[in-house]
């Protein structure tokens, strides 16, 4: 089987790809961006399956091309403390057992992929990036259709304009311990994005 990372759809390198395309950003002309995992600027997800809709508010105070993942709390909890303890942006060198997770859920319905501009100060929708043009997924990927669970996300934004600043955020209760309740209830008691699970780790619900 071949892997997730392999086609091209680890969150970086297609938020990366996507943005040197809009911008003209020439690639390794400047410093690798280093991610920017607290900043102001927030997440949100609601419905579930084919109904999710993937929010951002962009509070950076620059215009943002955002691209990442909504599908189950666990996953999304443990491929964000991987980003945050690994120099590997562009998930070419992914566990292979994070690998294999991600890549069976894109093709059961469980992840979906989301794209789109978020200028400063405003708050938008990421549509879904499946049929989005120069967008490479694996044989079989469905998107996010699957209606059991309630989804959480991860996005990761980078300079509209082709600079070097990124930020990464995830959906409130990202990572929230199964003691501490569902996720479910963490998204509906807790914070705004990110600062749980910078503090509880990937032990997701």
Known sequence: MRSFSRF??????????????????TAGAEEAPKPVFNSPSSV??????????????NESGRDLFCSGF????????????????????????????????MLAALTE?????????????????????????????????????????????????MNADGGTYMEVEVSAGVGVPAGLGSLDSALAGLGSSGSVAETTGSLGS
């Open 8 to 25: 091209g759809v680890a969150l970086a390198a297609t938020a990366m790809a996507s943005t040197a395309a809009l911008t003209g950003a």
């Open 44 to 57: 949100s997800v609601a419905g579930k399956g084919a109904s999710t809709k993937v929010t951002y508010t």
């Open 70 to 101: 909504a599908g189950q709390d666990r996953l999304i909890a443990d491929f964000y403390s991987y980003l945050q303890k690994s120099d590997d942006l562009d998930g070419s060198d992914l566990p292979a057992e994070l690998d294999v997770r």
């Open 109 to 157: 319905g469980k992840l979906g992929m989301y794209m789109g501009g978020v200028e400063k100060d405003k708050t938008a929708v990421l549509p879904s990036a499946f049929g989005a043009p120069g967008v490479e997924l694996p044989p079989g990927a469905v998107g996010l259709t699957d209606s059991s669970f309630a989804p959480a996300a991860l996005i990761l934004c």
